[in-house]
């Protein structure tokens, strides 16, 4: 399997935008974005299954959106109106079973059997 590799981290100030995105696991049934905040557990901020169904970390409904373009086989995270409590690195991932069902319905408990190297997002006030 390709390794997953994030792109489109940054720094930007509060209430700007920035696109991450994932060369997509096309191999998988659902691919999400999670985020590692310095002292905290890593998170599921995003999820995308194989039938377009999404769900979202209760703190960034609104803000951000997960996406695919099939044709790329390209995983996206829109985030916008960011605020410093996003700054974190941010983790494309990839499941292939069949939790990825449960893990829409409950993303806190999200964990993924593949995580990429991470990217960077640094929100400043």
């Known amino acids: 399997q390709e390794p997953l590799v994030e792109s489109g981290g940054g720094s930007v100030q509060a209430g700007g935008s920035l696109r991450l995105a994932c060369v997509a696991d096309?191999?998988?049934?659902?691919m999400g974005w999670f985020r590692q905040q310095p002292g905290k557990q890593r998170e599921a901020v995003a999820i995308l299954d194989n039938n377009n169904i999404t769900a979202y970390l209760d703190s960034v409904k609104g803000r951000f959106a997960i996406s695919k373009d099939n044709a790329k086989s390209t995983l996206y995270l829109q985030m916008n109106s960011l605020k410093p409590e996003d700054t974190a690195m941010y983790y494309c991932a990839a499941e292939n079973s069949a939790l990825c069902e449960y893990y829409i319905d409950n993303i806190h408990d999200a964990d993924f059997r593949r995580y990429g190297q991470g990217t960077q997002v640094t929100v400043s006030s």
């Open positions: 096309d191999s998988s049934i659902c």
